[in-house]
């Protein structure tokens, strides 16, 4: 197969599957007797990432594989397409799915602990029906505490390969001028200045 026809064909699959895809399954794309090796398939998404250099698009690895997205820059102006506003997350629900990914596997009890307040059990819920949290196992202790850790839904929803791609303690921390890095909604008119 024509290496330029390949790139095209992982392009068509990757805009058509609406989630990511590993090499293993954009080889699965073709019948055994024509399937490239994952080396041709990984030429190819080298090629796809360079053609979208200039591009609204983008290639991406996340944790389950490759996908297409836009770029941020023109994120504000897609998301108009949608009627749906994404749904808003509280602070609580927050801390909770921060002190999982930062310290899995955690209790509930560790997380009240950190917190200093209890964990609603709706936080838990939210976080595991949007995929973003699963039981990784039991804490052996009286009562055996469900064990919280993070899944790859979680690492692909926020565009991250691996937990090593988390910004740092350290780097987060240093999030207090986060509201003056911030830049405004543009359809939000800004403050005047004071007199």
Not at 7 to 25: N, R, Y
Not at 115 to 127: E, Q, Y
Request: hydrophobic letters at 40%; charged letters at 30%; a negative charge.
């Amino acid at each position: 197969m024509e290496h330029s026809q390949l790139s095209k064909i992982v392009e068509a699959a990757l805009l058509a599957a609406g989630k990511p895809l590993d090499v293993d399954q954009l080889r699965q794309l073709f019948d055994e007797y024509e399937r490239p090796e994952a080396k041709m398939i990984e030429e190819a998404l080298a090629a796809l990432g360079e053609a979208c250099q200039d591009r609204s698009m983008e290639l991406v690895e996340v944790a389950s594989g490759w996908r297409l997205q836009v770029r941020p820059e023109f994120a504000t102006h897609v998301s108009r397409l949608w009627q749906e506003r994404p749904g808003r997350y509280s602070r609580a629900l927050l801390e909770t799915l921060a002190l999982i990914a930062y310290r899995q596997p955690i209790t509930r009890a560790e997380i009240e602990d950190v917190r200093g307040v209890a964990v609603n059990p709706n936080i838990v819920k939210t976080l595991s029906e949007r995929g973003w949290i699963r039981v990784v196992g039991h804490r052996e202790v009286p009562g055996r505490p469900e064990l919280l850790g993070t899944t790859r839904e979680f690492l692909d929803y926020f565009g991250l390969g691996s937990l090593d791609q988390l910004p740092s303690l350290a780097e987060l921390k240093d999030m207090d001028n986060v509201g003056v890095q911030l830049e405004l909604d543009p359809g939000q008119p800004e403050e005047a200045p004071a007199p």
